[in-house]
């Protein structure tokens, strides 16, 4: 990205955010450390024994959006799933469509910050996973220079444990 355009982005990003004092936007509250888009690095799950679990590949692949009006969108998935047969996503096969539900994670909501405990809590207000709407998780985060990770937490579908490590989009 130009980085005159990188500069105003920050800028703008930043706006909507007051400043006590002159330090950059990454270097003030944790909500404005937060704001911005993400990509995934790391993914570390865990069944109820403690053994790894790969739902999204060695590999996986995912972006996450905190917008500053509160806005938040999050894609996990596993690059390694086949392509469909057929060049139609209505038209899967139930073993397709059966791969891209188990190796894919989207959702959408709100998002606020407790700046004292540091946790971030998301509100669900739909995705791929019906049940999630309505509902809300909490987790504890730290954002160090352009890095974010999401300590472990209990997922309630599944009984797994998962952390993850994200990288500020450039």
Same mark, same amino acid.
């Given at each position: 990205?130009?980085?005159?355009?990188?500069? =105003?982005?920050?800028? =703008?990003?930043?706006?909507?955010?007051?400043?006590?004092?002159?330090?950059?936007?990454?270097?003030?509250?944790?909500?404005?450390?937060?704001?911005?888009?993400?990509?995934?690095?790391?993914?570390?799950?865990?069944?109820?024994?403690?053994?790894? =679990?790969?739902?999204?590949?060695?590999?996986? /692949?995912?972006?996450?959006?905190?917008?500053?009006?509160?806005?938040?969108? /999050?894609?996990v998935s596993n690059p390694d799933i086949a392509k469909?047969?057929?060049?139609?996503?209505?038209?899967?096969?139930?073993?397709?469509?059966?791969?891209?539900?188990?190796?894919?994670?989207?959702?959408?909501?709100?998002?606020?910050?407790?700046?004292?405990? #540091?946790?971030?809590?998301?509100?669900?207000?739909?995705?791929?996973?019906?049940?999630?709407?309505?509902?809300?998780?909490?987790?504890?985060?730290?954002v160090t220079g352009d890095e974010l990770r999401v300590?472990?937490?209990?997922?309630?579908?599944?009984?797994?444990?998962?952390?993850?490590?994200?990288?500020?989009? #450039?």
């Amino acid at each position: 990205m130009n980085p005159i355009i990188r500069l =105003v982005a920050a800028l =703008v990003l930043c706006a909507g955010f007051p400043f006590s004092s002159s330090l950059a936007c990454a270097q003030g509250s944790l909500k404005q450390q937060l704001a911005g888009t993400w990509t995934l690095l790391t993914i570390n799950q865990t069944d109820k024994e403690g053994k790894p =679990v790969y739902i999204f590949g060695p590999n996986p /692949r995912g972006t996450q959006v905190f917008d500053v009006s509160g806005q938040w969108t /999050r894609i996990v998935s596993n690059p390694d799933i086949a392509k469909f047969k057929i060049n139609n996503r209505l038209k899967g096969t139930p073993e397709e469509n059966t791969a891209v539900m188990h190796g894919t994670i989207a959702s959408f909501g709100i998002w606020t910050v407790d700046e004292a405990t #540091k946790t971030l809590t998301i509100t669900y207000n739909g995705g791929m996973y019906p049940n999630e709407a309505g509902t809300t998780s909490k987790r504890v985060v730290s954002v160090t220079g352009d890095e974010l990770r999401v300590s472990p937490i209990q997922l309630t579908g599944s009984g797994m444990t998962s952390s993850t490590v994200w990288r500020r989009a #450039k």
